[in-house]
C-alpha cells in the first residue's frame, strides 16, 4: 500500500537549505493531496543576550516572518497545494519543531533542511536537523537537493 501523507510541515528560516526543504515540500504535498503546514520558529533565545532589549527586534523578526510566509504561501498555491497552514512559534526551535508542533497538528512528515553546521558547531549546539530526526514521532525527511535532485553549486564543488 502506497503511503500518503496527510500533514506535511516544512520547518522554514529563510535559509537556502529551508528553501530547497520547502521546493520539495510543496511537490510532495501537491503529490499526496496534503495540507501543507509552513513554521516559522523565531528563537527567543537570541533576544535574551540583547541587554537593551524593548520588543523591537522581536516585532522586526515576526515582520520578516509573516512576509516570507507569505511569499511561500503564494508560491505552493501557484503549484496547486490548496490547503496550506502558516504558523510562527516562540521559543527554542528543536522542541517546538520536533514535538510541540507535530502533536498541535497531527503532523505525518516533516520536512527539514540539512545544515551548514561543521562538526564542531554540531557537537556544541548540535542542528536542529538532527534533533528532529532523533525526537520526532513522525517520518522526517531531511532535503539536501534541489527539486533536480542534485546538490547545489557550493555544496557540489566542496565535494
Known amino acids: ?3 500518503q501523507y496527510q500533514r506535511i510541515m516544512v520547518a522554514v528560516d529563510g535559509s537556502s537549505e529551508a528553501e530547497l526543504a520547502f521546493k520539495k515540500a510543496v511537490n510532495v504535498a501537491q503529490r499526496n493531496d496534503s495540507e501543507l503546514v509552513l513554521a516559522h520558529v523565531i ?8 541587554s537593551s532589549f524593548d520588543g523591537m527586534l522581536a516585532e522586526q523578526a515576526t515582520e520578516m516572518a509573516k512576509q516570507t510566509l507569505k511569499d ?32 498541535e ?25 538532527e534533533y528532529v530526526i532523533r525526537h520526532a514521532g513522525c ?3 531531511v532535503v539536501r537537493t534541489d527539486l533536480h535532485n542534485q546538490l547545489p553549486a ?3 564543488k566542496s565535494e
Open 1 to 3: 500500500m502506497l503511503q
Open 105 to 129: 497538528h497531527q503532523i505525518d512528515l516533516i520536512m527539514i533542511g540539512a545544515t551548514g553546521l561543521n562538526a564542531v558547531e554540531r557537537i556544541f549546539i548540535g542542528s536542529v536537523s
Open 139 to 141: 517520518d522526517v525527511l
Open 43 to 50: 528563537d527567543t533565545r537570541a533576544f535574551q543576550t540583547v
Open 154 to 156: 557550493k555544496d557540489a
Open 72 to 103: 511561500y504561501e503564494d508560491y505552493a498555491r501557484k503549484h496547486q497545494v490548496t490547503s496550506i497552514k502558516t504558523l510562527i512559534e516562540y521559543g527554542s526551535p528543536k522542541p517546538i519543531i520536533a514535538k510541540q508542533l507535530p502533536e
